[in-house]
């Protein structure tokens, strides 16, 4: 199949729509028996089951979801808005199923294959090889039907237990998306209102992908369907292969946003903000690749670090607005999603499935995608913390498998990032997978205070401004310039020590060697300075050497950068690039290695603080029982 985007006509939908409403009226499906009788015991609510097996046992049954949807209110002639709406989607779900499942027929033999087996039947391997087909366009069928009903219901609600999966039919397209339908029929009989008809149908279509996908090795044929890119613009539904998309239609995102002028102080972090935004709207869509990844300095993870009040959540709004406003522009799908301590769940293994849905949501190759993880330190345990839930060690091992797992795969239409007040409460292997070091410290200087107040206190009132030129400390070329110089000697007194030792020993770094030198010295002192720390540092070192400024005229017009091809904007972007130099080299270095020393004293420092006040409680406790003691009032 076309590995470009692949367009299905509506005629080619609208030809499926008589049979797609006939399978929703009424439909005979053949399933296995499990020995459960369809009439409940009187009085109980529980059906007979027979001890003869009946495993092997195969029978028909009748599937009219109409009027299992109906049934929901059975007092009332008319559909309720859920209901028809439900019903809608289904038959439209079933439609765009068939016509996938031409489409696969197509970009395959199997077309010329059922034509010749339409004269006369096939014969030896080109038989096997037309039943191998016919089952790989079935298992297709079943795939679509699933995801359209995934990504098109809209239900909020905890899905509930009682939902059992399809019993699946391979032999061809309509017999597969009819075992699909007789599974929701099934689900459905146990609705009590509208509401529970969505949850449960979104619920049965989770359950059906899950079980397709662990079935896809038993079929050959559909290589011809791993890289298919499918939209149907009407309805808003994407298919990329065997992807999971994201389960639900992306809503207006509706946040306060913040101009880059409206962020006093944070200079770096802010520089990079921008730079970020820009990075994500060079990602080509047809290609599923950004230049940055290709050409270095792509910023997959981050973590931002500060005192509470500094301005991190600032930032996020500062970064979302800007590639709301990209997208915009671009006419591109924009999705932001912030996983937070309210999505860890008390049952097992839910807030990891919470937590891979908003990585999925956030991944979705078919848009831009800008992710939070607030409070991380909250959100995420260490693995080695006893009173932390089990939620949250499930959010831990997730958040480090799709951040550098063995199946990560970065495409460069995405970006996570992970903020916290106390990052040295992070578990350090997920630490170390945030590619960069964002430290959040708020305003610092005279002007940056000034500017904030002026800022924050608006304009209802007649003060004079006094000697002060208001924002010029905030020129974000200016600051970042002058912030960078303060690194190029390190700024915590624990690596400050290692960086004399080696000026003293070696003097000022002039080759590679002289880094490595340097670098074995810091992991001397920090041994949490890993192979991955080195390899952060060479990240931020690439994206140094793309430290250039894509020009605001580009993001302006899509034709002018976004919309074109993407040789086209890995070219644009080549013109723009330099080397990186031996300055640069250093200034990251100390950047990152001071994060790591932070790190590490405030995690010591909270423990002695710690040791230091149950020392003082003791010493406290003893001086009041000894008064206790004199005034006769203890007693063992």
Known sequence: MDTGLTAISEADIEKHRAIAQSF????????????QSSTSLAGTGRRFVSTVSVGSVRKTREVELAKTVQAIRPDDPLL????????????????????????????????????????APLEGDEANQ??????????????????????LIDADGEPPNDIA????????????????????????????EDADLLVRTRALARIAIDGLLARKGRFDGLGAFENAHIRIDADDFTLDGFDVAPGRKSKPLVMTFKKPEEVVGNHIAKYQSVKLAKMLMAYDFDRELNPFVELGGFLFTFIGDG?????????????????????????????????????????????????????????NPRSIGFGTIDDIDQVAARRSDDRASAGQQEITGVLMDAFAGAGTVVRGNCSFGMFSNYPENVDDALRQRAGARWLVDGPQTREDYIDIFVLLAGKN?????????????????????????????????????????????????????????????????????????????????????????????????????????????????????????????????????????????RSDDSAVAKLVRDARLRERAVREIEELKQKGLWSV
């Open 24 to 35: 929703i009226t009424r439909v005979v499906v053949l399933e296995d028996s499990s020995g």
């Open 80 to 119: 309720s808005i859920p209901q028809h709406t439900l019903l809608y989607r289904v038959r439209r779900g079933l439609q765009i199923a068939l016509a996938v499942a031409d489409v696969f027929a197509r970009s395959t033999d199997l077309e010329s294959l059922q034509a010749r087996n339409a004269r």
């Open 130 to 151: 037309f039943r191998r087909l016919l089952a790989a366009s079935a298992y297709v069928a079943a795939f679509t039907f699933s995801s359209y009903l995934l990504q």
């Open 165 to 192: 999966a399809p019993d699946f039919l391979f032999d061809t397209p309509q017999d597969a998306v009819k075992s699909v339908l007789a599974g929701l029929d099934r689900a459905l009989a146990g609705a009590k």
């Open 307 to 363: 005192a509470p009040g500094t301005g991190k959540t600032t930032l996020i709004q500062m970064i979302a607005g800007l590639l709301h406003g990209y997208c915009q522009v671009a006419g591109y799908p924009f999705a932001y999603e912030n996983f937070g301590v309210d999505q860890i769940s008390s049952y097992q293994g839910k807030s990891g499935q919470n937590c891979r849905q908003f990585i999925n949501n956030v991944l």
């Open 461 to 601: 009132h007649r003060i004079p401004l006094g000697e002060h030129q208001l924002f010029a400390a905030q020129e974000i070329k200016r600051a970042v310039s002058e912030a960078y110089e303060e690194h190029a000697r390190p700024q915590e007194d624990g690596l400050m020590k290692v960086y004399e030792r080696f000026m003293k020993t070696n003097g000022g770094p002039k080759t590679l060697a002289d880094i490595g030198t340097y670098l074995h010295m810091i992991k001397e002192a920090e041994p949490r300075f890993t192979g991955r720390a080195i390899k952060n540092v060479t990240d931020a070192i690439k994206m140094r050497a793309m430290d250039i400024e894509l020009p605001d005229e580009w993001f302006e017009k899509p034709e002018a950068f976004m919309h074109k091809s993407y040789d086209e904007k890995k070219a644009m972007i080549e013109e723009l690039r330099g080397p990186f130099s031996m300055e640069m080299v250093m200034q990251e270095i100390n950047r990152y290695a001071d994060s790591e020393f932070r790190y590490s004293d």
